[in-house]
Structure formats: structure tokens, C-alpha cells
């Protein structure tokens, strides 16, 4: 039975009612992202599509496996419909059902709504999944419970939510109270993240994508499928002093399901563009408008809605492409989400990506574009409505260019908005729109890419950019402001808005998916995965302590008598040194990029900077223990009734530990300093002999100024001296050296050389936890 051509339709679920209009279609399945969602195992992922077709509403099944049924149980592939009809899925008796119901006429507004005319709901411009409600609900006079759990009030089938999520409560006053129940990711009341607050009609209450509004008595529900708009209005970013403009007053819209290609010279402002639409450095003036929505303003939310792959692979190469995307789903899902949903999710986006053959393959042995696909695979895992990719083809040949970027335009017509900044101009026919910045951060061109060079008037690419270059005087944004595309693909698709300043970020902590236990939990198993993983690092971490240790007694012989006893600890030190540096001076800034990214989805600071301590604090003390156990094998210490507070070798061995995990914590300290890996050897090596000038043992120290303050900053100055106390250095070598009040044999000189190493770790982390912040964009400085 056909419908009234273009009229709307109610479709009923179970209860649930979702006005459909005929301007769009629905989809219905168990994505947790679609417009109707089934949760019964026999309905497929993608089942069914309900939408106008020739001026009457239809459903057709897109090839689900268990099919879709009419009233009486033929199984349909197309189906005209209208009210009245009912549709089973999955099963043609006992399979979920959903009614097509005639919307009552329209109901004058509330008195408590219409004497909000000073307050206009948060709605009032949201376009795209924000058009009709996806569920409209009775609210009742009660507590209504929000989660992921088949057991709450309301149900939102979303791995972003919680499992007991929040909750709505009524007031005695008649108004509603959202509350958050400590939930991983956040609840929001109009962008910002609240623990409890009023709902006022018109407010919008956001749960991972969903968002929720009060309208009279009902609860509306909008949920985000990824069907968004983006609307860029006047950008402008200036720098320094005199102020240098950066961006000059960039405006373009980005339509839904669309893909939009970034290109200019270098300089032109195409990574200030991509940091300004991403939040991560914030526009000085202009807005930017998610699906209506001030980015800016609401960023706190919007966040979670966004997916960014850098340039630099954000991804430890040792795992398999598998075990890879598992640990980041563990740290961007709530800490109660069962490991077969985060399983379940992984293989969905292998599937998607196109890697089932690959997804048990070492990520280090793959191309540069199916590494790639593993870098947006780990994006997609929370679902993002707006993803960024910063320049994904770069060092890729060119069939690699083309399979990446044919895969961006499946992504969006899968139902994402796209955004790709590129230097490569090979495959720029598969966009919709391309936007061209000149020098100065302005507007060169915005329009269809094949229209494009004829605009500027040449045949190829590479004479476009050099006249950007050759050049710079001309007035390339004037020019185009003036031309019928500007006219066309800009000033008739946008609502104009007066040129203002930036809403400010508000900038809370981004939301932990886990408790910071749980974070640290999944980062020291990722570590111990990677290094595990790591030939070259395992071998060099097994051999180093036993050659060290090797030299360290051939030096001491059979006793430590006063020609071999300093030696013997200068060895000790040497080894201890270059073990801890050696194993922590590449882990940060070989990390930086991976670091990065998650630290803006909730990775915590602290949580990643302690799994590298435990993970290498470990692995360098077993090895400094191995070292001396070695280096004192059958060697008799002179010392006068053993050590000071413990049996010699027991003191020893403590003293060249705490020795090397100070240097790996010093190690730490440069690994962060640094911009790239290639430097942390040199500095290793200058450590190394900053260590041995300053430990004790070559030069006498106590007693010359500016020498002996020195030397406390060094960690083998104290080590050796611990050492030395431990086998009274004083009465077993002669000289200079040996007169060191350090080296008493005393307890209290003992502790103090010990003591002194264990500050120094301290502080070096306090060093090292500053610098990771120093790394981090504004947005993630939490």
C-alpha cells in the first residue's frame, strides 16, 4: 500500500519511534551507526534500506543473509510500503518487527516551551544526522538509566558508552537533572563535560554519538551516523610579533559523504589549516561549524567525533596488524567493554580496510600503503564522523598513491566526511571538491578538482606551483573571489556569518576510556609486546651485561686489591651507564608521533611515562644484576667485615642497579629532549665520557671548585663512591682519589651516596613527564 507522495512516516520498533523523512533514507541493521538498529543476531550488520523511491516509500534488502519478510512472510527483496504495513527481519515469524504508522496531525507547543523564545534550542542549525530525531520517546515521570547494557531504560548501542552510562532523573520542581555514573568516556550538556547538571529544553545531552534533547514531554534522540557537513567560516591565524598571518580569512563548506583534497606549495598554511579544523591549534578568528555546531565551543565532545592520521605512522611496527588495533581498542573503549565486542569491532574495520590477509602479518613487513591502511584502520575503530588525513601518500610510488586515495573515496561514500592535506596531484579526480592555498594562507581555487587548472590557466600542475612561487605579488584570492566558481561552489552554498573572534576551547582533560590502572596495564603489555618483538633489541639486551660483566672481572682478577679495585668499579660504572641509557635513549622520541595521537583520545600523561619506567626499569636492573654477578664472580672484596649495612656483593650490586636505572631514567630525559632518533647516539656517546670524567675515579674532586659541584649532578660520581664505601676504597688504594670523604666507610655515607641516586631518578622524571608536555599540541596539555 503506497504512501502520499513525500509524506512523512512513523516507524515503530519495539516501542521505539522514529519519524522518517522523505528526504533521506534509512538504514536498518545492527550497526550501532545506523538509523534503525536491530539488536537480534539474526538481523545482518547491514539489512535493509527504507526511503522515497518514485514518490512512494519502499524498503529493499541489501543483501542480508537471513532476509527480510512482508505481513504475511514472503521473503522481499523490494517492497512498496505505507501505513500499516509491517516488515519482519530476519525471520518471516518470529524475526523483529517494525510498523509504518501515519503521523497525528501536529500538536500546538507546550506553554513551557513557547515561553522559551529567549532561549532557542541548541538545534535550531544542525543539518545532516541531526535533521529528523532517529528516536522519539515519552518521558516519563521517572529515573531513566542510559548505557550500553541491555538492562537500562535506554539503550544506546554505542562502544563509546558505558555500560551504565548516566542517568536522567526526574525533579520534584518537574525539571530534569543529568547525572553522570563515573562513565569512561563523559556525558555532556551542550558540549561540555558535566558530573551532574539541569536539563533545560532545548539542551543537548551527549553520550558517545548520541545526542539527546528535551522538546515538551519528549525525549528526543539524534544520533551521529558520520552523515555530516562541515562549514569553515573566515579562519585566520596569525603568529608572532609583528603579527604574521598564517590563515587569511578561509571559508569553504565540505558537504556530507564527501571527500576534499588540500594542496598548495610549502608554506602556504596547509598544516595551520588542518590544525585549526582538528582543534589541535585553534583559528585566532573564525568558526568552524560541525553539522552546525560550533567546534570550538563544543569541542570537548566533538573530539571523540574525529579521527586524525598524521604523516608519521602511529603505530608500533613490531605488532602484528591485528594485536596492534586490539591494544588501541583497549585504550580508546570503556575499561567494561567484553574483549569479543573490542574483538568483534577490529575485525569489522579489518574487513572494511581490505587487510584480512594481512591482519596477522608484522605491520614492519607491510607496504607503505597497506601501513598506511593499518594507520586509518586504528582511526576508524571509534567510528569518527570527520576524518583527517595529513599527507597519507607521501614516499608512496604512484600505484600506491592511487590505492590510498581510492580508498579515502570508499570511506566517504561509506558515510564519512574526508579531509586529505597532499603534495601528491596524481589522483585528485577521485574528490569532490579541492581547495588550492596559495602563499600567505589564502584561497587560490575551491571547486571541482578537474576544473581547476584551466582556472589558473595552465596544463600542468608543477607550472601552477611555480607560478605560486614566482609570483607572489599577484593577488591569487582576489582573483578568485571575483571568478563564478567562488560564486558558485562558496558564496551560494554557505550561510554567511559576520567575521568574528574564535570561540574559545575550553581545554578539561580528554576522557580516559580507562582507568588509569587500566591504561597502564594495556601500555606495559603493548611495551613488553613490542620489545618482545624486537630481535634487535632483544640480542643487544642479553649480550651487553655478559661482555660487560666479562670485562669488569677480568679487571678485578682474582681479589680487589689496590691495583685492580678502581678499575673493577670503573668498568662496573661504565657498564651500568651505558645499559640504562642504552635501553631508554630512542623509546620517546621513536614513539613522539604514536604518543601524540593518543594523548589527544585520553591517553594519560603519567600512565604512559610509568609503563616505560616499569617495562625498562626492569629489564635494565635484571641486566645490571646479571653484570655484577658476573663481574664479582670468585673475586675476593677487601672490605673490613663486609659492606656497611649488607654482605659486600650484595651492595655492590645495589649500588651498580640503582646506577643504571638512573641512566636509563637520564636516558629518558634525552629521548624526550630530542626531535629525532638519529641524534640520541652521539649524545649517548658523550654521556658515556661525561660519566667516566666525572665519576671519581680518574680525577681527584673533592676539594676543586667548580669540578667537585659538578660531579653531583653526575649519577656515577655517586654510584662509584657507594662502591667504594661499600669495600673501604680509602684503605685499599693509595693517592689523591682515595682521600674522597664520599668514600667512607660509613653507614651513613652509604646511604647518602644511595640516596642520592634515588633523587636523581626523581627529579629526572619529574624532567621527563615536563618535556612529554612540552611535545604536545595545546589540546592535549591536560
Known amino acids: 500500500m503506497a504512501d502520499q507522495p513525500g509524506a512523512e512516516l512513523i ?30 543476531p539474526r538481523v545482518s550488520w547491514h539489512h535493509a534500506v527504507i526511503h522515497v523511491r ?54 500546538p507547543p507546550a506553554p513551557a516551551v513557547r515561553k522559551r523564545v529567549e532561549r532557542p534550542s541548541a538545534l535550531t542549525a544542525i543539518t545532516g544526522s541531526y ?23 535506554l539503550v544506546v548501542d554505542d562502544l563509546s558508552v558505558s555500560r551504565s552510562h548516566a542517568e536522567l532523573r526526574a525533579r520534584p520542581d518537574g525539571r530534569y537533572e543529568i547525572v553522570d555514573l563515573d562513565s569512561h568516556n563523559g556525558t555532556f550538556l551542550n558540549g561540555q563535560p558535566v558530573l551532574s547538571a539541569v536539563v533545560q529544553p532545548g539542551d543537548l545531552v551527549g553520550i558517545g554519538h548520541s545526542v539527546f534533547c528535551l522538546v515538551g514531554d519528549e525525549l528526543q534522540e539524534f544520533v551521529d551516523t558520520g552523515v555530516i557537513a562541515l562549514q569553515v567560516e573566515g579562519l585566520s591565524v596569525q603568529v608572532g610579533a609583528p603579527a604574521r598571518l598564517l590563515l587569511d580569512a578561509v571559508s569553504f563548506p565540505v558537504a556530507e559523504k564527501s571527500l576534499l583534497a588540500v594542496v598548495g606549495p610549502s608554506g602556504a598554511g596547509k598544516s595551520t589549516l588542518l590544525n585549526a579544523l582538528t582543534g589541535m591549534r585553534p583559528a585566532d578568528r573564525g568558526s568552524v561549524r560541525y553539522d552546525g555546531r560550533d567546534l570550538y565551543r563544543d569541542y570537548a565532545e566533538l573530539r571523540q567525533r574525529i579521527g586524525l592520521v598524521p604523516q608519521d605512522d602511529i603505530l608500533h611496527t613490531q605488532l602484528t596488524v591485528r594485536r596492534a588495533l586490539s591494544y588501541a581498542a583497549e585504550l580508546r ?15 569489522e574495520v579489518i574487513s572494511e580496510l581490505g587487510l584480512d590477509q594481512r591482519a596477522d602479518q608484522v605491520i614492519s613487513s607491510l607496504s607503505g600503503g597497506q601501513r598506511k ?50 603534495h601528491s596531484v596524481l589522483n585528485l579526480d577521485v574528490c569532490d571538491r579541492l581547495l588550492v592555498l596559495a602563499p600567505g594562507g589564502h584561497i587560490a581555487y575551491f571547486g571541482p578538482p578537474d576544473k581547476a587548472l584551466a582556472f589558473f590557466g595552465y596544463e600542468q600542475w608543477p607550472e601552477a606551483f611555480e607560478a605560486f612561487e614566482t609570483e607572489q605579488e599577484r593577488d591569487w584570492a582576489g582573483r578568485y573571489q571575483e571568478s563564478d566558481p567562488y560564486r558558485q561552489y562558496i558564496a551560494a552554498t554557505m550561510e554567511r556569518v559576520p567575521a568574528q573572534a574564535a570561540a574559545e576551547i575550553k581545554y578539561p ?50 681479589r680487589l686489591d689496590d691495583t685492580t679495585a678502581l678499575n673493577a668499579l670503573l668498568i662496573l660504572c661504565v657498564g651500568g651507564l651505558l645499559i640504562g641509557a642504552a635501553n631508554s635513549v630512542r623509546e620517546l622520541v621513536k614513539e613522539r608521533a604514536v604518543y601524540r595521537r593518543e594523548r589527544a583520545v585520553g591517553l594519560s600523561r603519567s600512565a604512559y611515562l610509568w609503563s616505560k619506567i616499569i617495562v625498562l626499569g626492569s629489564i635494565t636492573v635484571a641486566q645490571a644484576v646479571v653484570m655484577t654477578v658476573i663481574g664479582l664472580a670468585g673475586v675476593r672484596i677487601r672490605a673490613h667485615g663486609g659492606g656497611v649495612l649488607m654482605p659486600a656483593p650484595i651492595e655492590i650490586i645495589l649500588a651498580v642497579a640503582m646506577l643504571s636505572f638512573t641512566a636509563m631514567m637520564l636516558g629518558l630525559v634525552v629521548s624526550a629532549l630530542v626531535r629525532k632518533e638519529e641524534v640520541t647516539m652521539p649524545l649517548l656517546v658523550l654521556l658515556a665520557i661525561v660519566q667516566v670524567v666525572f665519576c671519581g ?25 657507594a662502591m667504594a664505601s661499600t669495600i673501604d676504597l680509602r684503605q685499599v688504594v693509595q693517592g689523591n682519589v682515595a682521600t674522597d670523604p664520599l668514600f667512607a666507610h660509613k653507614a651513613g655515607t652509604w646511604l647518602l651516596d644511595m640516596g642520592a641516586m634515588v633523587l636523581m631518578s626523581l627529579i629526572l622524571g619529574l624532567i621527563v613527564a615536563r618535556l612529554l608536555r612540552r611535545h604536545e599540541p595545546t589540546i592535549m596539555r591536560g
Do not use: C
Open 11 to 40: 516507524l515503530d520498533t519495539d516501542g521505539d519511534r522514529r519519524v522518517l523523512s522523505p528526504s533521506r533514507e534509512y538504514e536498518i541493521g545492527r550497526d550501532p551507526l545506523g538509523d534503525v538498529v536491530l539488536g537480534d
Open 697 to 721: 675515579a680518574l680525577l681527584r674532586l673533592h676539594g676543586v671548585p667548580v669540578l667537585e659541584q659538578l660531579s653531583w649532578i653526575v649519577p656515577s660520581r655517586w654510584a662509584l663512591a
Open 509 to 558: 582533560e580528554p576522557p580516559k576510556a580507562q582507568s588509569w590502572l587500566g591504561q597502564l596495564s594495556t601500555l606495559v603489555r603493548r611495551y613488553v609486546a613490542a620489545l618482545s618483538a624486537d630481535r634487535t633489541f632483544l640480542a643487544v639486551m642479553i649480550i651487553l651485561p655478559f661482555v660487560m660483566g666479562a670485562m669488569a672481572r677480568a679487571l678485578a682478577g682474582s
Open 54 to 107: 518514485e514518490g512512494h516509500w519502499s524498503v529493499d534488502d541489501v543483501g542480508s543473509t537471513n532476509g527480510t519478510f512482508d505481513a504475511v512472510g514472503h521473503r522481499v527483496r523490494h517492497l512498496d510500503v505505507g501505513p500499516g504495513a509491517k516488515i519482519r527481519f530476519g525471520n518471516p515469524t518470529d524475526g523483529p518487527v517494525a510498523a509504518l504508522i501515519a503521523p497525528e496531525p501536529p500538536k
Open 131 to 153: 535533521r529528523r530525531p532517529t528516536t522519539v520517546r515519552r518521558l516519563p515521570e521517572r529515573t531513566i538509566r542510559i548505557g550500553r547494557a541491555l538492562e537500562n531504560d
Open 373 to 422: 591502511r593499518v594507520s586509518v584502520a586504528l582511526e576508524l575503530l571509534t567510528k569518527p564522523s570527520l576524518l583527517f588525513l595529513d599527507e597519507p601518500t607521501s614516499g608512496l610510488d604512484p600505484g600506491m598513491d592511487r590505492s590510498v586515495m581510492h580508498l579515502l573515496r570508499r570511506l566517504a561514500d561509506d558515510g564519512r566526511t574526508v579531509i586529505v592535506v597532499t
Open 333 to 347: 573503549f570503556p575499561g567494561d567493554t567484553e574483549q569479543s565486542e573490542r574483538g568483534d569491532r577490529v575485525q
